[in-house]
């Protein structure tokens, strides 16, 4: 799977961003620090989403999802 992301470097601080992944961020003072943190962040970001997508829900609730 690739993933594009977006490296800003600021102030001799590297921070990235996840367009496709709604929220997911990271930083770090080296690029390596920060390849190493996206991996993670990136694997957390998903892992979440599967936990909330397997969550059961009653005949009652429903589920919906809309486009802001």
Same mark, same amino acid.
Request: glycine share 2%; with cysteine; aromatic share 10%.
């Given at each position: 799977?690739?993933?594009?992301?977006?490296?800003?470097?600021?102030?001799?601080?590297?921070? /990235?961003?996840?367009?496709?992944?709604?929220?997911?961020?990271?930083?770090? $003072?080296?690029?390596? !620090?920060?390849?190493?943190?996206?991996?993670?962040?990136?694997?957390?970001?998903?892992? /979440?989403?599967?936990?909330?997508?397997?969550?059961?829900?009653?005949?009652? $609730?429903?589920?919906? !999802?809309?486009?802001?």
């Amino acid at each position: 799977m690739k993933i594009k992301v977006i490296v800003h470097e600021e102030d001799d601080v590297y921070w /990235a961003e996840v367009p496709s992944l709604p929220g997911c961020f990271t930083q770090a $003072d080296t690029w390596p !620090e920060l390849l190493q943190n996206l991996y993670e962040a990136i694997e957390g970001w998903l892992e /979440a989403k599967a936990e909330l997508e397997s969550k059961e829900v009653n005949e009652k $609730d429903k589920i919906y !999802e809309i486009a802001v």
